[in-house]
């Protein structure tokens, strides 16, 4: 295990680069982002514009730009390279939690505590949002996209399945805060964090529930979890600083290991190696490689 350090305070938000990228991001509550190169525990880059702490972030496919949103209500766009802002879309009317691109950065997702997703067109000239998604009755915590499917994660307790090509919503009622979701890379199931301990499989298409992963402690922090390499394996955070691995189809612990001082904010697995990182309240970055 490496530690990135230089964040000054809690860092929200860790994801790595897409595809054979050999780099990830950061952002914390003292308002930056930070590029690192995780293999040299380096920082390669820091960005700075956000006016309160970063919240999300997500990465084009090509790795070219990314999105960045936080507690001063905007969301921002890169430019890797070159260090500075080339979009700000500006609507929500409370912190945004989370950003997501689409499969061709054509469209980016936003989700706030105004209750509200937001579809950004990032072909358009045109600054106000596309559409505008108000189903949710609290914060939308975490927003992800595939294809022409959107899922949301909402404190009110619901995740929301929309397909936007053919104009439907489905609502999964899960009695807790969600503050997760995260579709299998099929798209046939999607992972779910809730705030009562446990982490749900549940199937796309209808919203049975497929699997339940428990043993992490997750009731207060916001709750994150992923899949490993070839959704094999299931990855969640844990307030108490843990973090833990589960086999995919047994829904039992394989591994569980005491990596932050404080509460675990952020996991992330590499799309195409066997690498992890995670964030902390404690203001450490830890990279797992085998």
């Known amino acids: 295990m490496t530690q990135l350090l230089g964040h000054s305070g809690p860092v929200n938000v860790v994801k790595f680069n897409n595809n054979a990228g ?82 061709d950065a054509s469209v980016l997702l936003s989700g706030s505590f105004d209750s509200t997703v937001r579809i950004w067109d990032m072909r ?25 499917i959107v899922y949301s994660a909402s404190v009110d307790g619901f995740v929301r399945t929309y397909d936007l090509r053919a104009g439907q919503l489905r609502q999964d009622y899960l009695d807790h805060a969600v503050t997760s979701v995260k579709p299998t890379s099929d798209n046939s199931a999607i992972l779910v964090s809730t705030l009562d301990n446990k982490v749900r499989l549940l199937d796309t298409a209808t919203g049975e529930l497929l699997a339940t992963f428990s043993g992490h402690a997750a009731e207060k922090f916001k709750a994150v979890s992923t899949f490993g390499l070839g959704d094999s394996s299931v990855i969640s955070t844990s307030e108490d600083g843990r973090l833990l691995v589960w086999d995919m189809l047994e829904s039992r612990i394989v591994s569980q290991h005491k990596s932050h001082e404080k509460a675990v904010l952020y996991v992330d697995h590499h799309p195409t190696r066997e690498e992890m990182v995670s964030s902390g309240s404690d203001g450490v970055i830890n990279f797992y490689s085998r």
């Open 22 to 103: 050999r780099y990830c991001l950061s952002g914390g509550r003292d308002r930056s982002i930070r590029l690192w190169n995780p293999h040299t525990a380096s920082q390669v880059k820091a960005y700075n514009g956000h006016g309160y702490e970063v919240l999300g972030l997500s990465i084009t496919p090509d790795n070219t730009h990314f999105a960045s949103c936080g507690g001063d209500k905007s969301v921002f766009v890169w430019d890797v390279q070159a260090g500075a802002t080339v979009r700000r879309c500006v609507g929500h009317d409370s912190k945004v939690n989370t950003v997501a691109f689409n499969g």
């Open 124 to 148: 358009a000239r045109q600054r106000l949002p596309l559409q505008i998604l108000d189903d949710a009755s609290d914060s939308v915590v975490d927003v992800c996209v595939s294809g022409s």
